[in-house]
Each structure stands twice: as C-alpha cells, then as structure tokens.
C-alpha cells in the first residue's frame, strides 16, 4: 500500500500573532513552526495503516526548506521517505493552489491512500483534502475518526451533528483526518537516528496561482479588562447592577 | 608559552596560566550532531509536557509506571550507550541536554535516567570488555533492565575509600559479595548494581580486609543473596527510589568484575568525574523553571500600584538569576564539548557541579522570595523545587569534597613540579572586544590567585592537604576564574557568529561581575581570616 501523508508547517498554537508592516502577513519575527496538530493524526494514521497492512509512507509538504524539521519528526515516527515541494511563500496560498500542487505531486508519485488533517490550525479553511480529491477524482471522506482498510477499499467513520456516519469507498481515496483518529507516537531515539538516514527530496515547487488573495490582516480589537465587583453575597446586588446596566446582559 | 592544553584549564590556573586553548572556541556541535540534538530535545520536551505530573509524583513518592514505560519507549535508557551496543550513541553535550529539558519538567524523574546513564552503567561502558558489554549493554539500552550504583555505606560517604563491603575469591573462579549499601537511588527498580567491594591482595596475603583494595562488580537483581530495602522516606527527589542494598553470601562469576582486580576506586572516582556533570544540567533545567515561574509571577504580581518586577530589589534577583543561569550554562556546556572531545575536564566538572548546585539552591531560594507567601504555598512548585534542589549540593562528591578535590589536585600539582609557576601575565586569547573589560580583569586576578596559592604552600607546606579553610578560598577563586572564562568563551563565539545582541552581552558582563565578586569576597577572607576564631569556636564545647 502506497500512503501519502500530506502536513503543512504551521505557526506554533501558542504564537501571540503580530501583523507585519505589509498589513497582510503575519510578522515572522520569532514565530516558531511545528506540524499543524490535524496532520500529526494523518501522519500517524499513515504509519499505523503501513504497519497493519505493509507497503510505504511518504511525507508530503509545500513550504521553506526549514520544514525539514517537520518531515524529519515525521520519518523519525516511522515515514519512509519526505518531498518538500519548496516555496517560500508557502502561506500566502490560497487552498485551491494548495491542492492542485498537491494533486500534481501525488499523480507522479502514485498513492492508494492519501490522509490529510481535517483543518490546517493557522488558517481553518479544512477546504485542502476535499479539494485535491476532487481534482483527483478520488473518493474522499472528511473528519474521520475510524479507518479500516481492505482490498482495494475501505471503511471510514465520522461524527456528524445527528451521529456517527460510516462510509465504504474504494481506493484509491482521499481521507481527511479529525482529532479522536489517534494518538500520534512520539519519535523514539531510535526514529530519530534513522530519520537522517531516510530519504528528503526538495524539489522547487510549480508556480501558485491563488485565486484568493489575502487583502488585510488585523488581530481582534483588544479586550477590555474584566472588573470584580466585590466578594461575596454582599457584592451580589451590584453584580445584578452591573450586568444589568453597564453590559445590559440582563 | 607552549603549554599543552591534555591539563585543562582550571589545573593551569594554580601556576598563573591561562589556558586560552582549554576554553576557545566554545565548543559546538556540528550542523547534522545539532540537528539529531535538537530533534532530541524536541521530542523530550513535549513528552515530560504530557506525559510527566511533577507535583503528582512528588505526592505520590513514587514515579508512575507509565512514565518509566516512556522513557523506555522513546529509547532514553539508552541515550549514551553506544549503537553497537542497542544505544543511541549520544555524547555529553546531548545526554546534558536531555537532562537538562527533562529536569526543567521533573527533578525526581531526571534522576532515574541519571542513576542509570550517568552512573549506574558508565563502569562498564567505561571500564567493561566488549564481551561484558555486548552482554549486559544492549538490555539497559533498551530499558528492559535498569541500573544503579552502588558505592556508599553506612560508615563510608565522603570517604567512600573507607567501605567494608567484601567480594571473597571462591574455588571456582566466582567472587561471594558482603556488605550493605545506603541510600541508592534506582535501588527499587533496578535490575543491575554496579558494586564497589574490598577483594584481598593476592601480592599481600596476610592484610586485613580493611586493608584489602576495592574492585568492581556488576551484581544482577536475580543473585541470590541480594535484596532492597524499602523506600527512603525523603526531604526532596520524593519520586526517586533510594533504597539500601544489601548482599549476602551472593555469588557472582569471574566475569562479573569490571576493569582490573584491585582498581575498584579509581573506577568510582572516574564514574563520578563524569556523572557529576550531568547533575549541572539537571540543576539548569530546574533553575530555568524557578526563573520562569518567578518572572511570570513579578511581572503580574501588582503592590504598591506596580507589578513587582518594577522594584529594585526584585529586579536585583531576577536578574542575578538570569546571569547566574548563563553562567550555568556557560560552564556546563563548555565542560560537555571538552568532554566529548575527550579532553582533560576532572576539575572543570567538578567546578560545573559546584557552582551549578550551588546557583540552583539560591535561585530557586530568589524564586520563593519573589513569589512572597504564594511561593511558600505547597499548591505551587517553588517549595518543591527548593526541597529537590537540596540533595545536589550532597551527593555525587559533597561540595565541601568537590572543593578540597579542587584546590588539592592543583596544589599538589603544582608541588610536585608537574606545574611551573609562571613568570609573565596572564593571556586570554580569543574574547571579543565588547568583554575586553571583563577579560583584562580576569587577566589580572590570575597572578593574585598564582600568589594565593603559593601562600598557601608557603604556609602550610606538606599539611597543606589538611589545611581546609585555605582550600576553601582557594576552591572559590578557581571555580570564579573558571566560570568567567567560560562566560567569555560563549560571549565570544556568540560574537563569532553575529548572534550576540545586547540582551546576551549585558547577561556575559553581569555573569562574570558576579563571579569576580566571588573571587574577591575569597581574597578578602584571605588577607583578613577568620581562620583562628573560626577553629576555636568550632572545637569549643557547647555544653
Ligand atoms: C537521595 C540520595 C541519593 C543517593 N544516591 C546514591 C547512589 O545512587 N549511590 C551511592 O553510592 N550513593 C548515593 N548517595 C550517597 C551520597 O553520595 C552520600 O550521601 C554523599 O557522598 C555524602 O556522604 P554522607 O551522606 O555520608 O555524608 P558525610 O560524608 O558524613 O558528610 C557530612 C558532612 O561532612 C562534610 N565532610 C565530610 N568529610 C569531610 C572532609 N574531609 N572535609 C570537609 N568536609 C567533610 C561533608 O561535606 C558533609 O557536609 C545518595 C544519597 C542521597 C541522600
């Protein structure tokens, strides 16, 4: 079985965002990079599928070289081999771009399953996968959370508002993976030691071509600092006072 | 001027020299050795994240099983074991950074990987043939099998030299152990003890046992004869399990000894110069975290109508913390390249262990005090830290020990001529221009700790071993010399590589003003001892 794991370099979760001079970027000074929470369950789900069912993963990005140190975390998990397709503007695209580089990749390299996470955490678009199966003309399947796969097809599970959905698909198939999927592993010494040993293929990346463009980023209006009233029952009333005549909630 | 750099720089120092080849250029892993570092470090880090509850385990006196399950897993057991043997084959800088993150998390659950990498299996990394290695190794670098060491008893601490534990030659070849152990850490869940025990003298058939020298043993959990006491009840490192050993009539074949019959000691000693070490980093991971949680509380901490970070006197501590945490840092990582390099460190670890304990115990104790009655408060982590950071100033070589070694080994350098005092000044090549202030003060107080010590030998002469209010002193200024240059070196090779911005440089100044101060305060209680009052009351009865 052929698996290719799709994972995007993203801002760390707990990056206090600045907008840089440009108005329409965020400012890179200090930002550190990991690998966007969803794409860590694709990753090991990728892994996972390969140890139940044989065959080989390999890890897909578009991004700065520096996203070595993400593929590399992933090979270390157990990946076989990494392709950074290198663009340094990697997050100015918009998904439509993302996912037609993707697909052009993925036919050259040939895959019977494609995961992805259900939504990058810098931008919460979740529109990738969906995308590329379409421009694959693959099955696709979104927030899984359950995968089993047989001969030439498989089943995946995911929650909707009304329940649980279970769909069967053929492959080759695009899965787009939520959060209860897994628990991503952490790389072992082991992993780590033979990642420097596996395979990194960086090859420049086709020009994009978004179709969005990012016209202006502002961070949310600061918050107004919260204000106690006073302790106890006895501050009660001017609680009610409060919130009835100042944020005329009541 | 062409002195060899196999002494080191601290033990140069006795004779006025320094050694600008032992400290630059700061030591630093190559581009791929950092990459495998960091992705190390990485995965360390978000694992204690998750996967480690320090206030749980200090409650709970115990380190759940799930987590000695994921040192294993993620391969830690064997970090500096070599590959050919199941390691991972990581040397000192990153077996200090790995003890390092995880101490930042937990000081209990660093010293489980601590008793087995630093000490509990070096004996036979360092001292095991290839059979004794392929044979024991690969299963403590897997984790199936962990280790400790087992040199201290009831009647031998400091003076380990003084252990009565016996390993009696048998007919056949195998060795029959005696003795009982104290306080060994991992002692409750290791499967294998590194023994020190007394073996007769074939040469000297007629000794006493409490003449006979010391060798080593490697004592599997499985022997007969070996049990573990049950857990120590303790001030601080609750998690840790430190238990008694005891043996009794266990028998043990010829090919459990290590290194050569007789040598047992020098085995110890050269386990510890090293184990010592990765205590340093270990007090820089937890010396960081009392940082950071007393940063976060004065910055948010409002008196006065300011947040306390705004007063003088706070600001006097956190930012002797941070200078201190540099100069930690400084020396430990340093001391690690030279390690890796295989060069002379004895007494560069030995000063890393004592300047970083000791830095750790008064930040940690600056961290409380800026936390005010909170940091008093057994909901939150400063009171732990303080209690965990007590034992380090004790164990692996007390630093009353750690100094007598210190300033013993230079004196005695220096008395039997293996060092010539020097007749110019003092040089250090290799500090950039924005320190030469600091670097021409510490150019200057060489000659004056050359003369100190020549005092010292004027004085005391033969006895000068003895003569511990002088070591003391001496120790001090070594270990201040020491940590400024080191101070200097990282500077330097951050100026090297454009990478020292104001912020690194104002920390370098600040570090070794603080260490030039230890230096005086020592020279000052030279020229105007205590000695003699200090004697007398001491040896005065209290009745
Ligand atoms: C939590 C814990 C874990 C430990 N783990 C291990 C382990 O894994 N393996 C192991 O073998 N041991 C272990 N030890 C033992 C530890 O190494 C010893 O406690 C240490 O070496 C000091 O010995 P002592 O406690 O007997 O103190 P002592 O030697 O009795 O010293 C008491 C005091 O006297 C001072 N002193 C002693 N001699 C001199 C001197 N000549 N000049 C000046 N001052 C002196 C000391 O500095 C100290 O302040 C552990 C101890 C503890 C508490």
Same mark, same amino acid.
């Given at each position: 079985?052929?698996?290719?794991?799709?994972?995007?370099?993203?801002?760390?979760?707990?990056? #206090?965002?600045?907008?840089?001079?440009?108005?329409?970027?965020?400012?890179?000074?200090?930002?550190?990079?990991?690998?966007?929470?969803?794409?860590?369950?694709?990753?090991?789900?990728?892994?996972?599928?390969?140890?139940?069912?044989?065959?080989?993963?390999?890890?897909?990005?578009?991004?700065?070289?520096?996203?070595?140190?993400?593929?590399?975390?992933?090979?270390?998990?157990?990946?076989?081999?990494?392709? /950074?397709?290198?663009?340094?503007?990697?997050?100015?695209?918009?998904?439509?771009?993302?996912?037609?580089?993707?697909?052009?990749? /993925?036919?050259?390299?040939?895959?019977?399953?494609?995961?992805?996470?259900?939504?990058?955490?810098?931008?919460?678009?979740?529109?990738?996968?969906?995308?590329?199966?379409?421009?694959?003309?693959?099955?696709?399947?979104?927030?899984?959370?359950?995968?089993?796969?047989?001969?030439?097809?498989?089943?995946?599970?995911?929650?909707?508002?009304?329940?649980?959905?279970?769909?069967?698909?053929?492959?080759?198939?695009?899965?787009?993976?939520?959060?209860?999927?897994?628990? %991503?592993?952490?790389?072992?010494?082991?992993? /780590?030691?033979?990642?420097?040993?596996?395979?990194?293929?960086?090859?420049?990346?086709?020009?994009?071509?978004?179709?969005?463009?990012?016209?202006?980023?502002?961070?949310?209006?600061?918050?107004?600092?919260?204000?106690?009233?006073?302790?106890?029952?006895?501050?009660?009333?001017?609680?009610?006072?409060?919130?009835?005549?100042?944020?005329?909630?009541? | 001027?062409?002195?060899?750099?196999?002494?080191?720089?601290?033990? !140069?120092?006795?004779?006025?020299?320094?050694?600008?080849?032992?400290?630059?250029?700061? !030591?630093?892993?190559?581009?791929?050795?950092?990459?495998?570092?960091?992705?190390?470090?990485?995965?360390?880090?978000?694992?204690?994240?998750?996967?480690?509850?320090?206030?749980?385990?200090?409650?709970?006196?115990?380190?759940?099983?799930?987590?000695?399950?994921?040192?294993?897993?993620?391969?830690?057991?064997?970090?500096?074991?070599?590959?050919?043997?199941?390691?991972?084959? #990581?040397?000192?800088?990153?077996?200090?950074?790995?003890?390092?993150?995880?101490?930042?998390?937990?000081?209990?659950?660093?010293?489980?990987?601590?008793?087995?990498?630093?000490?509990?299996?070096?004996?036979?990394?360092?001292?095991?043939?290839?059979? #004794?290695?392929?044979?024991?190794?690969?299963?403590?670098?897997?984790?199936?099998?962990?280790?400790?060491?087992?040199?201290?008893?009831?009647?031998?601490?400091?003076?380990?030299?003084?252990?009565?534990?016996? &390993?009696?030659?048998?007919?056949?070849?195998?060795?029959?152990?005696?003795?009982?152990?104290?306080?060994?850490?991992?002692?409750?869940?290791?499967?294998?003890?590194?023994?020190?025990?007394?073996?007769?003298? %074939?040469?000297? %058939?007629?000794?006493?046992?409490?003449?006979?020298?010391?060798?080593?043993?490697?004592?599997?959990?499985?022997?007969?004869?070996?049990?573990?006491?049950? !857990?120590?009840?303790?001030?601080?490192?609750?998690?840790?399990?430190?238990?008694?050993?005891?043996?009794?009539?266990?028998?043990?074949?010829?090919?459990?000894?290590?290194?050569?019959?007789?040598?047992?000691?020098?085995?110890?000693?050269?386990?510890?110069?090293?184990?010592?070490?990765?205590?340093?980093?270990?007090?820089?991971?937890?010396?960081?975290?009392?940082?950071?949680?007393?940063?976060?509380?004065?910055?948010?901490?409002?008196?006065?109508?300011? !947040?306390?970070?705004?007063?003088?006197?706070?600001?006097?501590?956190?930012?002797?913390?941070?200078?201190?945490?540099?100069?930690?840092?400084?020396?430990?990582?340093?001391?690690?390249?030279?390690?890796?390099?295989?060069?002379?460190?004895?007494?560069?670890?030995?000063?890393?262990?004592?300047?970083?304990?000791?830095?750790?115990?008064?930040?940690?104790?600056?961290?409380?005090?800026?936390?005010?009655?909170?940091?008093?408060?057994?909901?939150?982590?400063?009171?732990?830290?303080?209690?965990?950071?007590?034992?380090?100033?004790?164990?692996?070589?007390?630093? #009353?020990?750690?100094?007598?070694?210190?300033?013993?080994?230079?004196?005695?350098?220096?008395?039997?001529?293996?060092?010539? %005092?020097?007749?110019?000044?003092?040089?250090?090549?290799?500090?950039?221009?924005?320190?030469?202030?600091?670097?021409?003060?510490?150019?200057?107080?060489?000659?004056?700790?050359?003369?100190?010590?020549?005092?010292?030998?004027?004085?005391?002469?033969?006895?000068?071993?003895?003569?511990?209010?002088?070591?003391?002193?001496?120790?001090?200024?070594?270990?201040?010399?020491?940590?400024?240059?080191?101070?200097?070196?990282? &500077?330097?090779?951050?100026?090297?590589?454009?990478?020292?911005?104001?912020?690194?440089?104002?920390?370098?100044?600040?570090?070794?003003?603080?260490?030039?101060?230890?230096?005086?305060?020592?020279?000052?209680?030279?020229?105007?001892?205590?000695?003699?009052?200090?004697?007398?009351?001491?040896?005065?009865?209290?009745?």
């Amino acid at each position: 079985m052929k698996i290719i794991a799709c994972i995007k370099r993203v801002p760390t979760t707990d990056l #206090q965002p600045r907008v840089a001079a440009d108005g329409k970027s965020l400012d890179a000074a200090g930002v550190q990079y990991m690998t966007s929470f969803y794409d860590e369950i694709a990753v090991e789900e990728a892994i996972k599928q390969k140890e139940k069912h044989g065959g080989e993963v390999t890890v897909l990005t578009i991004g700065s070289a520096e996203a070595s140190k993400e593929v590399r975390e992933a090979l270390a998990k157990g990946a076989d081999k990494g392709v /950074i397709l290198v663009d340094n503007a990697w997050g100015g695209r918009d998904p439509l771009a993302t996912a037609k580089t993707l697909a052009g990749k /993925i036919t050259e390299l040939g895959a019977d399953l494609v995961l992805l996470g259900r939504v990058g955490t810098d931008r919460d678009n979740a529109s990738v996968g969906p995308m590329l199966a379409a421009l694959l003309g693959w099955a696709c399947v979104t927030d899984v959370v359950g995968l089993e796969l047989g001969d030439g097809k498989g089943t995946a599970r995911r929650e909707a508002d009304a329940g649980t959905e279970t769909y069967a698909f053929a492959l080759p198939a695009v899965i787009t993976c939520q959060k209860d999927l897994n628990e %991503p592993r952490y790389a072992g010494l082991k992993g /780590i030691m033979a990642a420097k040993k596996k395979p990194l293929e960086e090859s420049p990346c086709p020009p994009a071509t978004s179709q969005v463009e990012i016209e202006k980023l502002a961070l949310p209006p600061a918050r107004k600092a919260g204000r106690i009233v006073g302790e106890g029952a006895a501050a009660v009333p001017a609680l009610i006072d409060a919130l009835r005549n100042e944020a005329k909630i009541l | 001027m062409t002195q060899t750099t196999s002494s080191g720089f601290v033990r !140069p120092l006795f004779s006025g020299r320094l050694e600008s080849a032992a400290l630059f250029p700061y !030591p630093h892993q190559d581009a791929e050795a950092a990459e495998t570092t960091e992705a190390i470090v990485a995965t360390v880090a978000e694992w204690a994240a998750h996967a480690v509850d320090p206030a749980a385990i200090d409650h709970a006196k115990t380190i759940p099983a799930s987590v000695v399950a994921g040192l294993k897993e993620l391969g830690l057991f064997g970090l500096t074991i070599p590959e050919e043997y199941g390691g991972a084959g #990581q040397g000192q800088v990153t077996y200090a950074r790995v003890m390092q993150t995880v101490a930042h998390r937990c000081a209990s659950t660093v010293t489980v990987l601590g008793a087995q990498l630093g000490i509990g299996m070096k004996a036979l990394v360092l001292y095991g043939t290839s059979a #004794q290695k392929a044979h024991w190794l690969p299963k403590l670098a897997s984790g199936e099998r962990i280790a400790a060491f087992a040199l201290t008893e009831a009647g031998a601490g400091s003076d380990a030299a003084a252990l009565a534990t016996r &390993a009696e030659p048998q007919p056949d070849g195998s060795w029959k152990l005696n003795g009982r152990k104290i306080w060994i850490t991992n002692g409750g869940i290791a499967n294998g003890f590194t023994v020190f025990a007394r073996t007769p003298d %074939p040469a000297k %058939p007629g000794a006493k046992p409490s003449e006979w020298p010391i060798s080593t043993f490697w004592v599997e959990r499985e022997r007969k004869g070996l049990t573990t006491g049950s !857990p120590e009840n303790k001030m601080g490192l609750c998690g840790s399990s430190t238990t008694d050993v005891a043996l009794e009539d266990v028998v043990v074949p010829p090919e459990a000894l290590i290194g050569p019959r007789g040598e047992g000691f020098k085995v110890a000693l050269n386990v510890l110069n090293s184990g010592r070490h990765g205590l340093a980093a270990c007090c820089i991971g937890q010396a960081q975290l009392a940082r950071d949680l007393a940063r976060a509380h004065a910055a948010e901490r409002v008196q006065f109508g300011h !947040p306390i970070e705004h007063f003088g006197m706070v600001q006097e501590l956190l930012a002797g913390m941070d200078a201190d945490l540099y100069a930690m840092e400084a020396t430990t990582y340093l001391t690690a390249g030279l390690m890796d390099q295989k060069r002379e460190t004895m007494l560069e670890a030995a000063c890393c262990k004592m300047h970083a304990t000791e830095r750790l115990w008064q930040i940690a104790n600056d961290a409380l005090q800026v936390t005010g009655g909170t940091g008093f408060m057994r909901e939150y982590a400063y009171e732990r830290i303080l209690r965990d950071a007590r034992i380090n100033m004790i164990f692996e070589g007390t630093n #009353q020990v750690l100094r007598m070694m210190i300033a013993f080994q230079g004196l005695r350098s220096l008395q039997r001529g293996e060092l010539v %005092p020097a007749s110019g000044a003092a040089h250090l090549e290799g500090v950039c221009s924005e320190l030469e202030a600091e670097r021409t003060t510490l150019e200057a107080l060489v000659p004056r700790f050359a003369a100190s010590c020549q005092l010292a030998l004027r004085t005391h002469g033969e006895r000068v071993r003895a003569a511990q209010f002088a070591l003391h002193r001496l120790a001090d200024m070594a270990a201040a010399l020491f940590v400024s240059g080191a101070v200097l070196s990282r &500077a330097s090779a951050s100026r090297a590589r454009s990478t020292l911005d104001a912020r690194e440089l104002d920390l370098a100044r600040l570090a070794c003003r603080r260490a030039f101060k230890d230096f005086e305060r020592a020279a000052h209680e030279e020229q105007q001892p205590d000695d003699e009052l200090v004697a007398r009351i001491a040896s005065a009865s209290t009745g």
